[in-house]
């Protein structure tokens, strides 16, 4: 057993035998092992116990471990936690507290030993019952793949790894270990204990899948060897999808782009928006299969209005080329949108100049001859712009007024023959974001909206043949550095 | 159910309704209630029903599709097979040589009437008991996937693609479609059969696994269609690692160029290897997890000599860059070397030429003058040709022999200081390919190995300072077209 660990420890594990390792050493066979196989290859050793103070027997299981380590000659740390507390407090059950109690402690103490990577003891047998739980409870590859030799665990630590250098030993091979070795191990009761979904399992489910096929769990184990090396596969395609659908990240907040996403297939655009999730919710642990597929079928309909909740207060909506992704009090990037700084409304005469935020400037200047109308200024350029607006003079009223949008506000854009529309409607035909509407900047004629700047001049004011006088308008923002601080 | 399953039929089965689909019908609600949605939604129909003759309502079955058909104003094709014997001389499961002998029944019909599906009625359930059974008999990634809405099996033909439309359609929304229309299905008894292992999972396994998880059957199918959405991810890695590592593919024989499969992440160098060993044979079903995983392990650990028995008669083994898969009796191509036509020794002058088989030509000629040291001209270019060498001519015994190895050679090259090794000891240090071997051509003086062509002259022929005649020695191959008929 103990050559081919030593190559597991090396190429799988990728520990590096000068430097020490933290061994969570609960006391029973499989940890024990672990210790004991460890400190035969040499590795610098620190054994941890956690003692979940759940049975009678505890303080003596420490004091066991702690024996079994100064036999060995290592160093030993041990912490006695209230897991029954933990687990009312945070609504957990007693297993899962005891889990996250357990981890917290070794990594905390791996951190203060600075070592390489926490080791512990699960076996071949528990990838199989981890396998089955997942396939019951749902899973996908990912967890179907089960535990990993390797794995980073960002809930626990972004540097320390943790090793399970016995994923592929048996429990029958580490009793026999045990046995050869003379070892003595604590029985861990609560093994025993069929109350635990995951002793249920191992006592009653696995037996009778071996009634199915004897070699049952020997194929569940290679399945999850064969789905990892899939998985990793995938993380490459998936890595490079990410790279390309990507646009921008901010606080609590980020950008997809629409076309490379949806030419995705399926199964990558569902890792990409799960790899979305947990960017945004590190601590999400289980985003769920209908919450992908609504997001998916949200993008891939037509219409793709509006928004959807995702989840943990996750909601993602579509703006042309970028799908948001971002909590409700998310800081969202303005996206360079002209805005006025606040909900009052503001003069502009003419000629005159206008500052609005962030360097944008409102300019009003009187032509002074009129165009002729082939040579009219907005016929110049094959893509005119639309920040900049020629109208007849005579029929506006000065000064203008400069303001946001506000309840009600209704508006008649050049070439609907005079047709009204509410401004609202105006802005969702237009596809214009909801977050850039509420301080968009009309500029306004005697409470009549002139100009939507970037849409339309209003009909009532256009330039016609009989136009006498030309006001020119013009919406522009200043570099940076060229702004009043 | 109407509609969406008018969905699953273009976008999933993608079928064109105006092209014939020919249904498997056996009668059950399950085909049953396929065969009237497709009908509803206008498909041309031909009904087929297979008749297993396995048990004593199996003629009445028969006759009730048959009417069930012809009340729907469709087209129908039956047929009566001995399974029990097909079982038996196949030795197959009955159920599995019925499976066999349906399928190739429908598909037979289905190429009569130009059908552009073979359609089934495999439901939600059927799914969820195929990943089970897949899982319990040991699969990776394509097996937990379970079946496809649409899927080209090979062994029953390369043009017609068998769809699955209710695959997504739970046996309890089946009933629920027969009770509404007023169907009259057959009951299909072999379906509570318990000896069957299918019927066993389905009556026995899945109840106690809801017992574990009440939704166990809905979150196995979410898993299965997850998995194949990964898969076709897999897929069009696999097709790019493929192009990159297939170097040729002759009769019963393929080479996968060495440095780019083992460059590949393991999930791809198991596929492109499975893929191999399909291309090679295809009616090849089961590829074991163990066969491949001795041929990845054969291929990286660094001797590589020898062979591996795979799967089938097919065996394994490396060539510098070529790793070649092949049947014993694979007309593997040549390679292009220089072979000597048979076992005979043909005699060459000086000067002279010796036409030896495939273009190859090997001549001799007597230099002019002895070339000074430094100007020698094999010190003429960066890299000399191995294929020319340049020996002393008064130790040589002419005519020369030339002729293929036989058993006993031996062989002292240049630069060993006369040292003589066994001629297939050099070979394999030379790491030429075994197949070369047999036919490559030598050059001997009075018996002793004087030039192996590209390799080394023979040390005691060598050019020296003393060296007063100079023998050169050049094999070539001349282009086809240049070659005598």
Chains 1, 2 share one sequence.
């Not at 999808?241 to 199964?267: N, S």
């Not at 990558?268 to 992908?292: E, K, N």
């Not at 596809?431 to 009532?460: C, D, H, M, N, T």
Request: net charge neutral.
């Amino acid at each position: 057993m103990i050559e081919p660990l030593a190559q597991i420890l090396k190429e799988n594990c990728r520990l590096d035998p000068a430097r020490p390792v933290l061994v969570g050493v609960s006391g029973g066979p499989d940890s024990l092992c672990l210790l004991h196989v460890l400190w035969q290859l040499g590795y610098p050793l620190v054994v941890a116990h956690y003692n979940h103070g759940l049975r009678p027997e505890a303080e003596a299981d420490a004091a066991a471990v702690g024996l079994a380590a100064a036999g060995l000659g290592l160093s030993f740390v041990t912490e006695r936690g209230d897991v029954r507390a933990a687990a009312e407090t945070n609504r957990l059950s007693i297993e899962e507290a005891a889990r996250q109690k357990r981890y917290q402690f070794l990594f905390e103490q791996a951190r203060q030993v600075s070592a390489q990577a926490v080791a512990v003891g699960h076996t071949a047998d528990d990838q199989v019952e981890t396998v089955l739980m997942h396939l019951l409870r749902g899973a996908g590859l990912s967890g179907l793949g089960g535990m990993r030799y390797r794995a980073r665990l960002a809930i626990w630590s972004e540097e320390i790894p943790l090793v399970r250098p016995l994923l592929g030993v048996w429990r029958e091979e580490v009793e026999r270990y045990i046995t050869e070795q003379g070892l003595a191990p604590v029985l861990d009761e609560s093994n025993l204990d069929p109350s635990f979904y995951r002793n249920r399992l191992r006592r009653q489910l696995l037996p009778y899948l071996q009634a199915y096929n004897p070699r049952v769990k020997e194929l569940l184990w290679q399945t999850a060897s064969l789905l990892q090396e899939d998985e990793a596969v995938l993380e490459v395609a998936v890595e490079a999808a990410w790279m390309d659908c990507l646009l921008e990240k901010g606080e609590g907040a980020l950008a997809l782009a629409f076309t490379p996403l949806l030419g995705l297939p399926t199964g990558l655009q569902r890792r990409v928006l799960r790899r979305a999730l947990s960017c945004l919710r590190p601590g999400l642990r289980d985003i769920s299969y209908d919450t992908v597929r609504r997001a998916l079928s949200f993008l891939s309909s037509p219409a793709a209005g509006g928004q959807i909740d995702l989840a943990d207060g996750l909601r993602l909506w579509r703006e042309g080329e970028r799908v948001w992704i971002a909590g409700w009090s998310a800081d969202l990037p303005t996206g360079g949108w002209p805005a006025v700084p606040d909900q009052e409304s503001r003069e502009l005469t003419a000629p005159g100049r206008l500052r609005l935020g962030d360097g944008w400037v409102l300019e009003a200047s009187i032509l002074a001859a009129v165009p002729e109308p082939g040579e009219a200024p907005w016929r110049r350029s094959e893509a005119p712009d639309p920040f900049s607006a020629w109208l007849d003079l005579d029929r506006l009223a000065l000064p203008l007024q400069v303001r946001a949008r506000r309840p009600g506000d209704r508006f008649r854009p050049l070439g609907l023959g005079g047709h009204s529309l509410k401004l609202s409607d105006y802005f969702i035909n237009a596809k214009l974001p909801q977050r850039a509407r509420l301080a968009w900047p009309l500029v306004l004629s005697a409470g009549e909206i002139a100009w939507l700047p970037g849409f339309a001049p209003g009909e009532a004011f256009r330039f016609t043949p009989d136009t006498r006088r030309v006001l020119h308008l013009r919406l522009s923002q200043e570099a940076a550095a060229d702004r009043p601080v």
